[in-house]
Structures are given as C-alpha cells and as structure tokens.
C-alpha cells in the first residue's frame, strides 16, 4: 500500500526545482535589496558598505527561507512554500533612526534594536498564534486582498520610476534652480535678504527618465508573453511563465542597450559574510521597543501570509504550525541583526507565485533559499541578477502581486454575505481605511510621531479595523478550523 504525498512535501526533478527557485529569487529579488540600498543610503554608509549589506541581506534571505520552508527543530520553521525577505514595514522607523544618528553609529543602534525585536518576536510569537479566531475567512480575505492591492504600487513604480528620486515624475526646472543659487550667493556677501532655512525647489518640468515609453514596452512584453505561456504552453514551460517573461523581457532590453553587465564585470567572484562586519550593535531600549512594535505588525502580516499559503496548498495548518512560523520570523530578525542586515517576514509576492505556478512544493523555496545564500557569497553572480532592469520586473510584478489580491477575493467569495449582511461592512470599511496609506500617504502628519511607525501600514490598518469591526458584529465565535482554512475553494491550478 503506497502512502500519497502531499504536494507541499512533493520532492521535484533536481532542473525543476532550480528553474522554479529561480524564478522565485527573481520576483523577490528587487524588493529584497531595496530595504539596504534605502537603509544605506540614509546612513550615508559608503559604497563598499552598501554593497555589504546587500551581499548579507541575500545571503540571510536564503538562511531564513530555509529554516521556515524545510524546518528546524519542532519549534521553528512553518514548512511550507515561503520565500523570506526584507519587511517593508521597517523600512520607516530604520531610516528614522539614520536619519538621527547617520554613519556606523546609527547602523549600530539600527542592528541593536533588530537583534532586541527578534529575541521578544520569538517570545512573543505564541501569544500571537493563539490569535487564529479573531481570523476567520471574512477577516483574512480582506487583509490578503489589501496586501495584493497595496504591492501593486510597488510594481507599478517598477515599470514606470519610483516617485521620488532621480526617477520622479517631474524635476526641477534648470533656470529656477540657477536663479536660487544666485539669490544664495548674493545673500552670502549681504547684499539680498537670507535665503530661509529649509526652501527648496519643487519640481515642475517633466523628468525625461520617467515613464519612458521604451521601458513600458519591454515591461507590456513581458506581461503579454507571461500570458501567452500560461494560456498555450503545457506543463513545466507552463508553471515557469514568469520565468521566462522576465528572460525575454531581460533580452530585448540588451538588446536596446537597457541593460549592461559593468557591474557583473566589476564585481569579485567570492565574499564571506560575516557577523557584525559593518557595525556593533548598540541596544536602546526605546528602539528596541519600537522596532519590536513594528514585529507586532509583521507577525500580524505573516499570519495572513501563512493563512493564504494554507488555502493555495490545501494544507491546515494549527496553532503549534502558525507559532513555528511566527516564531521563525523572529529568529530572522535576529539572524539578520547578528549578520547586520534587516527584520525579515514571508514575502507576499512569492505567495502570488504559488498561486500562478500552481507548484506547492515547499522544496521549490528550499532550492530558492540556496540560490540566494549563493547570491550572497558570489558578488558577481549577485550582480548579474541586479542588472536586470526594474521595468522588466515590474511587468511580472503586476501578475504576481495581481494574484495575492485575487487570493484575498477568492477567499472573500466564500464568506456569508446574504444571511449576514454586517460582512458586506466588515469588508467595505476595511479595505477603505487599509487604502487610506497609499492615497494619502501624509495623514499622519499632525499626528504624534511615535505613532507613525504603527499607522503607515495599510495592512495594519485593515487587519485591525478588519478584526475589530468582526468582533462588533459577529463576536469571536469563528473557530480555528474555519480561519485556518480561510474557505475552502477549488483550486484554479
């Protein structure tokens, strides 16, 4: 009598599961090194340091996918397909933190107070498991809906420029800026008024190095031949669309001159990651109080993350699993502060590619976690993977990110909208005050700044106006099987 394998614990052909590893250190891999080049720069660390931090984040990224996909011990690792990278949501109170204390002694506060968040998150992650009730399907679709929502801009800002920066949508006009450097000279030798502290020039002129037409082709390219594959292809070519999308995206920009290999020229072929290589940590209590709050509203994002997996590949997962899980991303954070690097949690865009893939095999993101400790320690095959334009990421960017909220939806179709009207409310009002962060990113301006942390996370805010408005109207009755599964549908793959 033969013994069926779940798909999750599905051992695939040892090509398959590179090319399929590949494809999820490809869709995570931008947003992986954007937190150290953020964080790096507002340290004002050097080039070599920057590049430090990237090498370790890739390198942590692989050592922690592997705890949480293949396990370590009964107490970490949820063992399931999850690709582990940078949070975002720590991305705020990090600069912050540069932005008052720059250089090695700001990296050093930063990493004390990472490596204090990761030692209470995994105190703490018990408490948070025991949370699934609060969790039921009607609660847990809306979260992973705006989650999917809230990264579309992210791959948004990939094809067209970021919207600040050397790529915003507008510069400032030339002749301004030289009538303001004349006013300031004149005001250094007395003979004009002094320039107010702080006045700056906005930008008024159309920046030429956004929205260019070139990039949303090769980016419209890429979406149409992820389509055209999925739809004609069969089989493995099938599942590995995005892959190839991303290849032939990558090849018509070399072939326009949009993507050059100076930096894979430049590059060393071998680095060690060390611990503590750019900076000791120096432990605040008050940063770390912070940045563990801000662990708070990680493990509040994973639980959704875990609960979409579940419901993707078909596997439960209970209390003791969801702690494991939880747990693992503190043990993260704590690996990442020890090697220097950032807070980690699952990424979102990688549950998206499961859902496309229709792959659940959890050793896919073992071979992904391998590839990026590979990356780590091969700086010139890390920069062979850099080297690919943002554009081409982003046209896959809005597949895998599209489905993250297309898991929510799906999740949402299951709930009881006839006999009980107030989920139509719970819904409605969640996802409006979860888009009040991406609208109106300044809200909190008046606010106090010590909530700001809290507050700029629309995902936080719609898991807690979502949990709350479900304890108004319907208690906290819903049992664990129920938020566990997050309904049950029949899979599209």
Known sequence: MTVSTHPVDEHLPAPKLAALGLQHVLVMYAGAVAVPLIVGRALKLSPEQVAMLISADL???????????????????????????????????????????????????????????????????????????????????????????????????????????????????????????????????????????????????????YAQLPHIAIAGVVLVSILLIAKYAKGFVANISVLLGIVIGGVIATSMGLMNFDKVAKASWFDVVLP???????????????????????????????????????????????????????????????????????????????GVTGVKSRFVCVAGGVILIVLGLLP???ALVESLPTFVLGGAGLVMFGMVAATGIRILAAVDYKTNR??????????????????????????PHNLHPLIESGILLASIAAVALNLFFNGASANEADAVDAAKLADAH
Request: hydrophobic share 55%.
């Open 59 to 209: 390198f942590c990224c692989g050592l922690v996918t592997l705890i949480q996909s293949l396990g370590a011990t009964q107490w970490f690792g949820i063992k399931l397909p999850v690709m582990m990278g940078v949070t975002f949501a720590s991305v705020a109170p990090m600069v912050a933190m540069a932005n008052s204390n720059p250089g090695v002694a700001g990296a050093g506060l930063i990493f004390g107070s990472i490596i204090g968040a990761g030692v209470v998150s995994i105190l703490i992650a018990p408490v948070v498991s025991r949370m699934l009730r609060f969790f039921p399907p009607v609660v847990t679709g809306t979260i992973i809906a705006v989650i999917g929502i809230s990264l579309m801009r992210v791959g948004i800002n990939w094809i067209f420029g970021n919207p600040f920066g050397p790529t915003a949508p507008n510069v400032v006009n030339p002749e301004h800026a030289k009538w303001l450097a004349d006013v300031t000279a004149l005001a250094g030798s007395g003979t004009a008024p002094a320039i107010p502290k702080g006045l700056a020039l906005v930008g008024t002129v159309p920046n030429p190095l």
């Open 276 to 354: 503590f290589e750019i900076a000791t940590p120096i432990f605040d209590p008050i940063l770390i109080l912070t940045m563990s709050l801000v662990m708070v509203v990680v493990m509040i994002e994973s639980t959704g993350m875990f609960l979409a997996l579940s419901d993707l590949t078909g596997r439960k997962i209970d209390q003791k699993a969801l702690t494991a899980g939880l747990r693992t991303d503190g043990l993260g954070t704590l690996i990442g502060g020890i090697f220097n690097t950032f807070p980690y949690t699952s990424f979102s865009q990688n549950v998206g590619l499961v």
């Open 380 to 382: 010139k095959m890390a």
């Open 422 to 447: 107030n989920n139509l409310f719970i819904v409605a009002v969640s996802i409006g005050i979860g888009m009040i962060p991406l609208i109106a990113p300044n809200f909190k301006q008046w606010m």
